[in-house]
């Protein structure tokens, strides 16, 4: 069975545009996926919130 990381199934735009960024502010790809990770939980909690206030 062939393991692929999330990277690997990344559209090469993606990849590109995350190579610039990192370029752009000197980051390594760890880095850049903890602060996306970071964002998308962040965002998570926001469209949760706004389910939850929408069910009440």
Known sequence: MTVKTAY??????????A??????HAMSIAILAREF???????????LALLNEIRR
Do not use: F, H, M, W
Request: charged content about 35%; glycine content about 4%.
């Open 19 to 24: 190579a610039a960024v990192r370029a752009e």
């Open 37 to 47: 990770r970071s964002r998308v939980a962040v965002g998570e909690q926001k469209t």
């Open 8 to 17: 690997a199934v990344l559209p090469a735009e993606v990849k590109a545009e």
